[in-house]
Structure formats: structure tokens, C-alpha cells
């Protein structure tokens, strides 16, 4: 039987069907070349460098590999296309495309590194060694400072899954009731001086009436760092008889809708999980004046130089202090600089600087580090540091 003849419409289809192949695989490459990427996708952390032709030459294999890096991370509209897959896979199958993000139930997301999960199943509690470790850190920290006339607060920030379990996948269960952070003020309440403010009591009761965390974020929002800071200046009034937190009459509620927060851009998908922005307004005037550090003035420990800032109020009665804080603690800034006549915040997970904290000569030092850091052995780590 004889084969029909192609006729020109065939070759039409045939040749558009090979220019639009040819054209899709190319745009990768001409994206690169033309530098096309979707602004403001941020995937927390930094993207492989581009190879020097000095690695081709010194070490072939590392300059490949490095290569081959730099092209998975730059490609062109890779950041359109990790959207376009977040929202589809996340749409259709309830799946989060990173590992670092689980999805929860009533549109909230979860963090799941840095052994979240471990944490709050309970998987692995501290032994009594690492506890001991612990109170002779925070002993040996508050000792460094009364010798100097200040006084030292330690406190931790919950995670989100300690505070809203009820929205986490049903398949994550405990295996005990008792986490590292339960035997952790336990064990410092009963074997130390050291002053140690739970926050989860607080912060429980607070979401009955509002919500205190960011769905699609692993911090708390704004009315969430209220809470914590009202709870601060429990003990910090009874120091400071002067310094007393503002109540709630003091600003106004606010609230819109916004982008998703960290979690859902680990996802590549912000604009899918949107985030009702829960804040709140000061009705007066704040009395701090903000500014950043120089980079003459920073320590050893600070994890992000360039986010390190300080704060003064013209009141030279009010003392002086210093917030040690990871990125649970950017949220009180505003709050905390209000009641001191110099605050610096320094972003540190743990760290403790003893020469930035001698030229700053605070009269209050607090320390926070957030819940799921517990796992991280930070006592041997800085076990020869004040």
C-alpha cells in the first residue's frame, strides 16, 4: 500500500512542532545568558557562585562540579518554573515541594529541619550530662555579668508546632509528653539562680482570642511578640522599677492581607498561601530612635552584621540593655527599645560576646534562642566563654 504523500500542512505542523521544542529547550539557556529570573523568590539560602576559570585549571573535577551548581541554581525562569510546580504540587496533592515544609491542615505550613519534628515528638530528651551543661553555661553567663552590676534573663521562643499542634499533619504523634524544652526550665529552676521566663503559658492562652504565630511563617506575629514582651517585664519591672511594659490600650489593632511568609517562599509559593498580616499600631509617637551599628563596633558572635541595631530614648534614668536574640527576637525590638535609655539588639544564636558587652556596660543583658535550637549542643560549643 502505498504511503500518502506529505502534504504542506504536515510540514507546517511538523516544522512548528520542532521550532517550538527547539524554542521551550533553549529558553533555559537563553534565560541564563539574558539573566531572567522571577524577582523576590527567596529560598533562605545563598545560590552556588559562578566558577573562576582558575578552578579549570587548578582542579578540573572541582571546577565542573561547581559548574554544574551554578547552572541547577541560575538557569533561566528556574524561579518561574519552582512556582509553577510549589502551586501544582501543593494545589493537586496537598505536598510541599521542599523538604523543609510540611503542610498542615487549615492552610497552615510547618517547618520541618533543623530537628523540628525530633522536637516535637519528643524523640530524643536531654540526658541529665547535657542538662548539667546547660545550667553551667547560663550560670557561668549570669555570674560574668553580676560581677559587672547587670543582670541576665534567659528565655525561649516556642516553636509554632509547641503552640498550634492542633493544626499539624495527624500522622505526626508524640512519643512522650515531655520535651527538651519541659526539662530544660525544670532542670534550671530546680539546680540554678538563673532567671528563666517560660513563655508557652502565656502565649496558649493568648490564641484563644487571637492568633499569636504566622501560619505560613515559623515565627510569631506581632500580637504574638506582645505577649512575650508583657511576660519579659515581669521580672525586668522588679529590677527596673521604672520600666513597665505598655498595655494593649496603648495601640490599635491592624490587619491585612499580605504575601506568604518564609515558609511558603521555601515553597514557591507566596502568592498560593497568602498570610493575614495580624499587627499592631502605637497610638502615641515611639520615643526610641533607631539606628544600625557600624561595622567597627561588632563582635565575634553576631550572625548577621548588618542587622545589628541600637536604640536610644533621651531619659538617662532609664538603664541600659542588650538583647541577644535570633530571628524570633526581631519582633520585640519595637516593643523593647521603648523602655531603655540605649538598647542594642545583636542577632546571635547563643553567642555572648564578653568585649562588645564590657564597652556596652548594660545594666540588662536577655538571651533568647528559639525552641528547636535546643537541639544543637551549644553548651560544648561555647563551654570555654563566659
Same mark, same amino acid.
Given at each position: 500500500?502505498? %504511503? ?13 512542532? @520542532?521550532?517550538?521544542? !527547539? ?36 582542579? *578540573? ?16 525562569? /528556574?524561579?518561574?518554573? @519552582? ?7 501543593? =494545589? ?11 503542610? #498542615?491542615?487549615?492552610?497552615? !505550613? ?26 553551667? $553555661?547560663?550560670? =557561668? ?18 516553636? +509554632?508546632? &509547641? ?20 526539662? $530544660? ?38 500580637? #504574638? ?28 489593632? &491592624?490587619?491585612?492581607? #499580605? ?10 509559593? *507566596? ?7 495580624? #499587627?499592631? /499600631?502605637? $497610638?502615641?509617637? /515611639? ?10 563596633? $561588632? ?14 530614648? %533621651? ?22 527599645? +521603648?523602655?531603655?535609655? /540605649?538598647?542594642?539588639? @545583636? *542577632? ?5 560576646? %564578653? ?13 533568647? @534562642? ?17
Amino acid at each position: 500500500m502505498a %504511503a500518502r504523500p506529505v502534504s504542506r500542512f504536515d510540514r507546517v505542523v511538523q516544522t512548528c512542532t @520542532i521550532v517550538l521544542f !527547539l524554542g521551550l529547550i533553549s529558553l533555559p539557556a537563553l534565560g541564563l545568558i539574558f539573566q531572567r529570573q522571577t524577582p523576590g523568590f527567596n529560598e533562605k539560602r545563598a545560590l552556588a557562585p559562578a566558577p573562576t576559570l582558575s578552578q579549570a585549571w587548578y582542579s *578540573p573535577t572541582r571546577f565542573i562540579t561547581g559548574l554544574r551548581a551554578y547552572l541547577d541554581d541560575h538557569f533561566g525562569f /528556574r524561579s518561574t518554573l @519552582i512556582r509553577w510546580n510549589g502551586k501544582f504540587t501543593a =494545589r493537586a496533592l496537598s505536598v510541599s515541594i521542599s523538604p523543609s515544609v510540611i503542610i #498542615g491542615r487549615d492552610g497552615w !505550613l510547618y517547618y520541618a529541619e533543623d530537628h523540628i519534628l525530633e522536637d516535637y515528638r519528643c524523640l530524643q530528651p536531654f540526658t541529665e550530662a547535657e542538662l548539667a551543661q546547660w545550667a553551667g $553555661l547560663l550560670e =557561668r553567663r549570669q555570674a560574668w555579668l553580676q560581677q559587672r552590676g547587670c543582670r541576665y534573663l534567659f528565655f525561649v521562643a516556642p516553636n +509554632e508546632h &509547641t503552640i498550634y499542634p492542633e493544626h499539624l499533619p495527624a500522622t505526626l504523634t508524640r512519643v512522650r509528653d515531655t520535651s527538651r524544652l519541659d526539662q $530544660l526550665l525544670a532542670y534550671l529552676r530546680a539546680h540554678t539562680t538563673v532567671t528563666v521566663v517560660d513563655l508557652r503559658p502565656a502565649l496558649l492562652a493568648a490564641k484563644a482570642q487571637e492568633r499569636v504565630y504566622q501560619k505560613t511563617d515559623t515565627h510569631w506575629n506581632e500580637r #504574638g511578640a506582645f505577649i512575650a514582651y508583657q511576660e519579659l517585664f515581669k521580672p525586668i519591672h522588679v529590677w527596673f522599677p521604672r520600666v513597665r511594659a505598655l498595655p494593649r490600650q496603648a495601640f490599635a489593632d &491592624t490587619d491585612g492581607m #499580605g504575601p506568604g511568609g518564609d515558609l511558603a517562599d521555601l515553597m514557591g509559593t *507566596p502568592d498560593l498561601y497568602r498570610e493575614e498580616v495580624l #499587627g499592631l /499600631r502605637p $497610638l502615641e509617637p /515611639r520615643r526610641a530612635r533607631m539606628s544600625l551599628w557600624p561595622a567597627s563596633r $561588632l563582635g565575634e558572635f553576631v550572625d548577621r552584621p548588618s542587622s545589628v541595631q541600637e536604640a536610644a530614648v %533621651a531619659d538617662p534614668g532609664l538603664p541600659r540593655m542588650v538583647l541577644l536574640h535570633d530571628s524570633f527576637g526581631v519582633a520585640l525590638v519595637p516593643f523593647l527599645a +521603648e523602655h531603655f535609655s /540605649r538598647s542594642v539588639f @545583636i *542577632p546571635t544564636t547563643m553567642g555572648f560576646d %564578653a568585649p562588645v558587652l564590657e564597652r556596652e556596660q548594660p545594666d540588662l543583658v536577655l538571651q533568647e @534562642i528559639t525552641e528547636r535550637h535546643l537541639w544543637i549542643d551549644y553548651p560544648d560549643k561555647y563551654q570555654d566563654r563566659p
